[in-house]
């Protein structure tokens, strides 16, 4: 297989963007475009400046270090042909546990205009119900205390912020990458609430020198293991100890509101707009709550890969259905989007053999991902009063998952839950299914207070227990909605 090296000296690239958070997903996107566009001899002071803060980070610091930064980029088409990029946008990369001061420093160096960031939808630090930064997590207050000495995300940009206000290096853009709902508003929050509580002439000169433009970000990307490994370098004929591989889609829309500058991402196929509203209620609505939806059901009834859940008409079935009867009446179509199109996409991309996506990925932390992208539109069914079935057998599905930790085939799994709460902990025991709807990822709505959704969900948990997640899903199927041939 051919590999796209980069037509660039590396060595002539200069840091302009400062990442926290060099996970697989932002070296599958955001690292893609700017590749693309660091071609262009006028874009090279684009280069990216990777910040890892995490003591899990290590491995992945010393693979890419071993190999100059740079690393290969399998995009797995959905017709069978995949193309591989070898990607040099990486130019520098700091481990904030290993030299916490040059992570400060970097920050505070008038050549940074953009810090971008993908710390995950919990990563941000606020409460759920009231959406206020926790300013009582340990972390935090050991922050608050010691600024040149920080710990998380908060203290190190605070720091760093602190240091280039004085040394007059200018305003920058702090730029969120994560699947949330208005994302540079969440960042915003938590960061200058933070700040405010931290340092309140800093807080002011934040309000002047810094923005958060909001943006959707959309790129399925799938963990890699050890035999992803082998036979992603089997492919590419390169010896790669950190290779990513995703899906040929990609999509990124972001409010063009750079106090500080800009790449010309627009040149690698990024669309700037006044407001990315439409486009994040499309994206996280339909893609990611059908990722949520699809997940538990999937996982329940053994189904380990995506693409080999979605071989399953049930599962089609009942994904397409959400799409339709559920979330398009709630979600207007973004400008010069055709939404049935985007729909039918979506299912080619959840089925796409070449990605074989990780069902436990989309299972991994659902407590911060339902507030995000089920609980807004069920609590507008619940407004509206629309049929209620699909979120409430969801619901019921969650539940287990998290309460028996054993599937329809009897094999018994780990949960991977970082944020669930103690109070969490207790409802999720319960042998009251009805408790479990207090859960925190669900207090933003008080579902309790529906008739309609407790007897549903009420009902599923139970056949789920008796029955299997299989029958019931079937059952689902028999009467929903509408009866699509796929």
């Known amino acids: 297989m051919n590999t796209i090296s980069y037509q660039y000296n590396a060595q002539k690239i200069t840091t302009g963007i400062l990442h926290i ?213 089997q492919k590419s004929g390169m010896i790669d100890l950190a290779p990513v591989y995703c899906e040929d889609f990609a999509q990124w829309v972001i409010e063009d509101h750079f106090i500080a500058g800009r790449p010309s991402w627009e040149r690698a196929g990024v669309e700037f707009t006044d407001d990315v509203t439409a486009f994040e209620n499309m994206k996280l609505s339909l893609l990611n709550a059908s990722h949520t939806l699809l997940s538990y059901p999937s996982f329940l009834m053994g189904y380990r890969k995506v693409d080999e859940a979605m071989e399953d008409q049930d599962i089609v079935k009942f994904v397409r259905n959400f799409m339709d009867t559920d979330i398009t009446p709630l979600v207007p179509a973004p400008e010069n989007t055709d939404l049935e199109e985007y729909k039918k996409t979506l299912i080619e991309r959840f089925a796409n053999h070449s990605v074989s996506d990780q069902v436990s990925r989309l299972c991994f932390d659902g407590i911060s991902k339902f507030p995000v992208y089920i609980i807004p539109n069920l609590a507008k069914m619940i407004e509206r009063n629309m049929d209620l079935t699909l979120p409430a057998f969801l619901l019921a599905s969650y539940r287990h998952y998290l309460k028996y930790k054993t599937d329809d085939h009897g094999h018994s799994y780990e949960i991977g839950e970082p944020w669930l709460t103690a109070d969490d902990e207790h409802l999720i025991m319960s042998q009251d299914p009805f408790d479990f709807l207090g859960l925190s990822a669900f207090k933003a709505t008080d579902l309790k207070t529906s008739d309609k959704f407790v007897e549903l969900y009420i009902q599923f948990a139970g056949d789920i227990k008796n029955q299997g997640i299989g029958p019931v899903l079937k059952s689902i199927i028999k009467i929903a909605h509408h009866d699509y041939t796929f």
């Open 21 to 233: 958070g060099v996970g697989n997903f932002h070296r599958a996107h955001q690292q893609f475009y700017t590749n693309l566009i660091l071609e262009s001899e006028d874009q090279q002071q684009w280069g990216i400046c990777g910040v890892c803060l995490l003591p899990s980070d290590e491995k992945i610091v010393q693979n890419l270090r071993a190999q100059n930064l740079d690393y290969s980029l399998t995009v797995c088409g959905r017709n069978g042909t995949d193309e591989v990029y070898k990607i040099g946008s990486l130019r520098e990369l700091i481990w904030g546990i290993e030299d916490p001061q040059a992570v400060i420093d970097k920050i505070a160096n008038p050549s940074i205009k953009i810090i971008s960031l993908t710390i995950t939808e919990g990563g941000y630090n606020l409460d759920k119900e009231t959406g206020e930064f926790l300013l009582n997590d340990e972390k935090i207050k050991h922050d608050l205390k010691n600024r040149t000495a920080p710990s998380t995300v908060f203290g190190f940009v605070a720091e760093g912020l602190r240091q280039r206000k004085m040394k007059n290096s200018g305003g920058v853009t702090i730029l969120s990458c994560d699947n949330l709902q208005h994302n540079g508003n969440t960042a915003k929050r938590a960061f200058t609430e933070f700040i405010e509580a931290q340092d309140k002439a800093l807080a002011e000169w934040v309000k002047i020198h810094v923005t958060f433009p909001n943006s959707m970000v959309d790129r399925i990307t799938p963990a890699v293991s050890a035999e992803d490994i082998q036979r992603l370098n």
